[in-house]
C-alpha cells in the first residue's frame, strides 16, 4: 500500500476511534441511567433507535470523562500515541512556565477573532457545553482529561503520523493540517477558529519537544480560566468581550494589547528553549 495512502487511512481510523468511543459510551451511559430510574429495557431501546436519552447534567460528565480516560488508554496501549518520560528527564521547567503563559496570553485575542466572524454556536452545543460547565465535577472533564485525551489524539497520534510522512522540511504543512483537523472535530465555527488558531501552537510545541506534555499543560490552562470565568461570572456566559468590560472598547483594545505582551515574548522563549 502506498505510504501516503496508509498516513491518511491511519489518521482517518484515530478520528473515527475518537468520535466512537465517545458515541458508545454516551450511550452506554444513557442506557444504564434509563434503566437505574426504572425504565424497562423496551424503553431504552426505544430512546437508543430515537438518539433521545435526555442525560442528567452528572450524567453527561460521566460520560464525557469515561470517553477521554478510555480513549487515552486506549491510544496508549495501541502504541498510536508513544508514551515515554524522556523529555521529562531534561527537567523543562522553562518549556512548561511559558507555556502555560502562553495560555494566558493567547485566550482574549483568540476570542477576539472569533467574535470577528459574527458566529455563535449551535443552540445544541451550546446547551450541551454549559451542562457540563456548570457542575463541579465538570471541571474532571474539561480541565483535566479532556486536554490529556485531546493531545494524545490530536498530537500524539495524528500530528505525530503527519510529521512522520511530511518530513522536517514540510512540517508546517503537517501541523497546519493537524490544526485543522482538530479544529474541525469540534464541530462549529467558533470553535473550528479558536482550536485550530491554538492547534498551530499545540502543534508546533509537539515539534519541537516531541512530547504532548507542553501541550497537554498549555490546553489545562486554557480550559480551566474558561471553566472559572463561566462559574465565576455565568451572567457573561452568552456575552462578548466588550460586555465583560461594560462596554468599553478602549478596556477591550488594552486588554488584547497586554494579552499580546504575554503571548509574543512567551512564543519567544519557547522558541529559544525548546529543542529540535
Request: aromatic share 12%.
Amino acid at each position: 500500500m502506498n505510504k501516503n495512502l496508509k498516513a491518511a487511512l491511519d489518521i482517518l481510523l484515530f478520528v473515527v476511534v475518537f468520535f466512537l468511543i465517545q458515541y458508545v459510551i454516551t450511550v452506554l451511559t444513557g442506557i444504564i441511567g434509563m434503566l437505574a430510574e426504572g425504565s424497562s429495557w423496551k424503553g431504552a431501546g426505544e430512546a437508543f433507535i430515537h438518539g433521545n436519552f435526555n442525560l442528567t447534567s452528572n450524567m453527561l460528565v460521566i460520560a464525557t470523562v469515561l470517553s477521554s480516560v478510555f480513549t487515552a488508554c486506549l491510544f496508549a496501549k495501541l502504541r498510536w500515541t508513544p508514551v515515554s518520560r524522556h523529555w521529562l528527564r531534561e527537567k523543562p521547567v522553562g518549556v512548561l512556565f511559558w507555556a502555560a503563559l502562553a495560555a494566558l496570553g493567547s485566550i482574549l485575542p483568540s476570542e477576539w477573532l472569533v467574535e470577528q466572524m459574527q458566529h455563535t454556536m449551535p443552540e445544541a452545543q451550546e446547551k450541551l457545553f454549559e451542562q457540563i460547565m456548570a457542575q463541579p465535577i465538570g471541571y474532571i472533564s474539561i480541565g483535566i482529561v479532556a486536554p490529556l485525551a485531546e493531545e494524545m489524539v490530536f498530537r500524539g497520534a495524528i500530528l505525530r503520523k503527519l510529521l512522520g510522512r511530511f518530513g522536517e522540511k514540510w512540517h508546517w504543512v503537517a501541523i497546519l493540517i493537524s490544526a485543522v483537523i482538530f479544529g474541525a472535530v469540534h464541530g462549529n465555527i467558533p470553535q473550528f477558529v479558536h482550536a485550530a488558531l491554538i492547534g498551530l501552537l499545540l502543534g508546533w510545541m509537539y515539534y519541537r519537544t516531541g512530547s504532548i506534555l507542553p501541550g497537554v499543560l498549555l490546553h489545562w490552562v486554557n480550559n480551566t480560566v474558561a471553566y472559572v470565568m463561566f462559574n465565576a461570572m455565568p451572567q457573561m456566559a452568552d456575552g462578548k468581550l466588550i460586555d465583560i468590560f461594560h462596554g468599553s472598547t478602549k478596556m477591550v483594545a488594552l486588554s488584547i494589547i497586554f494579552s499580546l505582551f504575554i503571548l509574543i515574548p512567551s512564543i519567544l522563549q519557547l522558541n529559544a528553549r525548546m529543542k529540535k
